[in-house]
């Protein structure tokens, strides 16, 4: 074998083994009538993110809550029906609102923030959330790892200060590309470092 | 037996099975000297810490890097041989320092950083770490747990995002208390909320 074919031969053996793992830093979801508030527009894209047809957005906002802010935060896009903050228990201390540990998605009941733009201030009754550490697999990905859409699997990474995460959701769908989603206190808790793998534990 | 003798059982019965978790915000250690230029006088004790001997002190510091400042630091008694600032990787990126994942004491060839008080500044030629995540035993209670100073052992956390870290230092000596030392990162990353209790896990 030359070298060549030894490296794809290593790389199509790491991907039966392991899942690349992504740091999400905090960022917004927002509706159209929001981004119109906010922006005076939609959502201008930037830079298409590992999930097929989500993108990073020129905007940026700032997130207000009862005890302080944060500035330049992230926007992702296209827009969806319902405006959402996901930010980290650490940026929780910092605005001081409790976030509970949610999927996207599921705000209800969930405190809310106001976004601060350009153009003006939105509020968010709510929908302000941690997002629970997650897996996104393709159909395929879920077979060749033996797994399915909404189960709880532990998670081993491999990277500075190495863990298990326990409670890690696999969300299956035919569009999402396999990657594993920390935010940050989990992967600086990790030692995460960019191109870090993660290995699921049954 | 009764409810009074059926509590205690219990507490008892815990702590032969787990240790109680604590987590260590950022927190400055510091030289005699180092006290007497930013301060003008020794280290005040404020309140006791979890293991004997240890400080919280009144005094508190600004911790300056390249890239920006966090200030209102705790200050840990007693004064050091050697001055220390112990740091989250959250807030590394704060002051725009790396800091290596280290023993506390273990600071050879770390970065350094300046210490701001109110009677002036003072340099930390090295001493920038992030605490290598451990568990603090007397030799009483390793034997009780069948480990020995300096084992490396996995610690799996009874918390609201349970999950086992790999990694963790055991630190043996006769005056310690028993206890599990995170930085605020591993915290958040575990959910931990005061009270928890971590399990040792071979």
């Known amino acids: 074998m030359t070298e060549a074919e030894i490296a794809a031969l290593v790389e ?32 201008t894209p930037k830079r298409p993110l590992s999930q097929p047809g989500q993108f990073l957005a020129q905007e940026r906002v700032t997130v207000i809550g009862p005890k ?12 969806r029906p319902e405006g959402q903050a996901e930010i980290s228990l650490t940026d929780g201390k910092v605005l001081g609102i409790a976030p509970p540990i949610r999927q996207s998605g599921d705000v209800a009941g969930s405190p809310g923030a ?25 159909p395929k990905d879920a077979e060749k790892f033996g797994v399915r859409d909404k189960q709880v699997v532990k998670l081993r990474t491999f990277s500075g200060r190495p863990l298990i995460f326990e409670d890690v959701l696999v969300r299956v769908r035919e569009d999402f590309a396999a990657a594993v989603h920390l935010d940050y206190d989990e992967a600086n808790a990790c030692g995460f470092q960019p191109g870090d793998l993660g290995r699921i534990v049954l």
Not at 25 to 40: D, I, P
Not at 114 to 138: D, E, M, T, W
């Open 12 to 43: 199509e053996i790491a991907g039966q083994l392991f899942v690349p793992i992504e740091a999400s830093g905090r960022h917004v979801h927002m509706t159209k009538e929001q981004a119109m508030a906010l922006f005076g527009h939609p959502l």
């Open 114 to 138: 106001v976004l601060a733009g350009p153009l003006g201030r939105v509020k968010l009754p709510q929908g302000v959330i941690a997002a629970q550490r997650h897996i996104h697999l393709s």
């Open 68 to 79: 302080g802010e944060l500035a330049n935060v992230a926007v992702l896009g296209p827009e």
